[in-house]
T-cell receptor, first 110, second 114 residues
Framework: KNEVEQSPQNLTAQEGEFITINCSYS?????LHWLQQHPGGGIVSLFM???GKKKHGRLIATINIQEKHSSLHITASHPRDSAVYIC????????????FGTGTRLQVFP | DAGITQSPRHKVTETGTPVTLRCHQT?????MYWYRQDPGHGLRLIHY???????DKGEVSDGYSVSRSKTEDFLLTLESATSSQTSVYFC?????????????FGSGTRLTVV
């Protein structure tokens, strides 16, 4: 079993819909990252969370440390949001290494 | 991101040849990482470095070596490339040493071993 699990693996939506991507992890962490990767593109960091909730534009990320679960929400989705969204956790040691989920592929249609 | 660049962006090489990928950063961070990305897998750590001449193995290090002779450069070498090493390789830096806990990734190198 992977230490970081994401769901769903694939997601399609119509423009304007509210999107939720989930991430569960089974190890202790010091922080959780949400990353975005466009097709053929590099990886961009969206959020880093250690507790609570963060918001940036139409993106909202939440984390529940007790339940070992995080969600990424996209409000009023747009075709330009089409990308792979990756959850990654940082272990609570001094290595700063990340453990990655396999990603959620989101396609938003006009 | 201008702070980290990878070269080359694309490479096709033959089985059995050595290949070196370069990661260059301008942020002066100590922490650097090489990951590979394959379908059906999350990014997996190959090697990492905490500073000049201070490197360690990740979970998929077999067949790879690294060197870090300068803070800004982290080189990944495939000693004798195999088809299983066809992948997209990402370099990343972390600003942990200066209290910045975010990650910055390079644009990736797509390597094909034929």
């Amino acid at each position: 079993k992977n230490e970081v699990e994401q769901s769903p693996q694939n997601l399609t939506a119509q423009e304007g819909e509210f999107i939720t991507i989930n991430c569960s992890y089974s190890v202790g962490i010091s922080a959780l990252h949400w990353l975005q990767q466009h097709p053929g593109g590099g990886i961009v960091s969206l959020f880093m969370l250690s507790s609570g909730k963060k918001k940036h534009g139409r993106l909202i990320a939440t984390i529940n440390i007790q339940e070992k679960h995080s969600s990424l929400h996209i409000t009023a989705s747009h075709p330009r949001d089409s990308a792979v969204y990756i959850c990654a956790v940082r272990r609570p040691d001094n290595t700063d290494k990340l453990i990655f989920g396999t990603g959620t592929r989101l396609q938003v249609f006009p | 991101d201008a702070g980290i660049t990878q070269s080359p962006r694309h490479k096709v090489t033959e089985t059995g040849t050595p290949v070196t990928l370069r990661c260059h950063q301008t942020e002066n961070h100590r922490y650097m990482y090489w990951y590979r990305q394959d379908p059906g897998h999350g990014l997996r750590l190959i090697h990492y470095s905490y500073g000049v001449k201070d490197t360690d193995k990740g979970e998929v290090s077999d067949g790879y070596s690294v060197s870090r002779s300068k803070t800004e450069d982290f080189l990944l070498t495939l000693e004798s490339a195999t088809s299983s090493q066809t992948s997209v390789y990402f370099c990343a830096i972390s600003g942990r040493d200066v209290g910045l806990y975010g990650y910055t990734f390079g644009s990736g190198t797509r390597l094909t071993v034929v």
